[in-house]
């Protein structure tokens, strides 16, 4: 049963034709509000502003959550009233509303219609009892989920596809307040002129890859029409893939123009760091992978708590190993580290230092829009 954090009395679920489900104190009149129910009534993006803030590394702790116990995440956000100071349990989903609060978070209400007939207080306890164990369920599912435990299948059935081919999958999906049209738009020119180019990729390499030992070739256009030009199609289709399911979370945060510019300066500087380190002045460099890795640089600091899954064959099935974003991109940096020393000994076709000069540009967007957001 729902608990009230101030006064420790049993919370009433109540019921509204014209708001959330939300279960009140009958002694403060405080309401506990899952972020489910709370999405389709609250103002666009305001839900997912909250989730992040209350998310955010060093929030402070707030008081317990009425489900689980554990001490909530505060998060300040801002209306015409002046600030507006929530409390979010991440484990259970679950906000609390001090009295007034919700009316100040959720838009005005329609005219209010006849209430519907009270619940006998034996319904509303079994109710009650219900959602509470419901709630917990599904964190503590959420919880071994976040801590690496082994699913049996992805969240959607495409998922398989990227899965079994080695490609992390996005575990749920962040609400988005804007259409990713730049997404898409990169995403498409990247394919159109990717799959042009896969007819003579040799030819194309050399004459519009990025060479270190002539890197103004061209009046310096290799620097971007590299980013364009990809060594087969998988090397596309994977660019493609990483753009698609990660770019448009980023292009929610900075919005269209900025997510464009990430996108370029990212390119640039993968190319540039390939350029001073890698052994092969007169091997051209093709391929928006460090771009992408800005992206997803950005991405990974910007939602360490999101998860991403990975398939593997665990005897006669394939298994799928959930883990936080940010365990995903301390194996990545791994993996480039090993990759920047087999380049360094001319051992790899695959541009480590690409990687981690769009990774770089990437950490570098992501402090310099935390810093402006302060």
Request: glycine share 10%.
């Amino acid at each position: 049963m729902l608990t009230c954090p101030r006064c420790q009395v049993a919370l009433r679920p109540v019921a509204s034709d014209h708001g959330p489900r939300a279960f009140a104190c009958p002694s403060c009149d405080g309401r506990a509000a899952t972020l489910e129910s709370l999405r389709p009534h609250a103002r666009k993006g305001a839900v997912a502003v909250l989730r992040d803030r209350a998310l955010q590394t060093g929030a402070p702790e707030g008081p317990p959550c009425p489900a689980c116990g554990r001490a909530m995440r505060a998060a300040s956000l801002a209306d015409d009233q002046g600030a507006l100071a929530l409390d979010l349990c991440p484990r259970c989903r679950l906000v609390w509303f001090d009295p007034t609060e919700m009316g100040r978070f959720l838009p005005p209400s329609p005219p209010a219609v006849p209430p519907a007939p009270e619940l006998p207080p034996e319904a509303r306890v079994v109710l009650a009892t219900w959602e509470a164990r419901r709630i917990r369920e599904r964190a503590d599912a959420e919880e071994r989920f976040a801590e690496g435990t082994f699913g049996e299948r992805p969240d959607e059935p495409w998922q398989w596809i990227p899965a079994v081919l080695g490609l992390p999958t996005e575990v749920g999906e962040r609400p988005r307040g804007r259409l990713p049209w730049a997404t898409w738009g990169t995403a498409a020119i990247l394919l159109v002129l990717g799959l042009a180019g896969l007819d003579a990729t040799g030819q194309n390499a050399r004459a519009l890859g990025f060479l270190p030992a002539d890197p103004w070739r061209g009046m310096g256009l290799t620097w971007v029409s590299s980013l364009v030009m990809h060594g087969g199609l998988w090397h596309l289709l994977s660019n493609l893939y990483f753009l698609v399911v990660f770019g448009d979370d980023v292009e929610d945060v900075l919005g269209p123009w900025r997510f464009g510019l990430l996108f370029l300066v990212a390119g640039l500087a993968g190319n540039a760091l390939h350029g001073l380190l890698d052994p092969r002045p007169q091997v051209p460099l093709i391929g928006a992978s460090g771009a992408v890795s800005g992206l997803l640089a950005f991405y990974g600091l910007r939602f360490p708590r999101a998860r991403v899954a990975l398939a593997f064959r665990l005897w006669w099935r394939f298994a799928f190993l959930r883990m936080p974003v940010w365990v995903a991109m301390v194996l990545w940096l791994l993996l480039q580290g090993i990759g920047a020393a087999s380049q360094r000994m001319g051992c790899t076709s695959v541009s480590a230092f690409a990687h981690l000069g769009g990774f770089a540009c990437g950490v570098t967007a992501w402090a310099w829009a935390r810093g402006s957001a302060r």
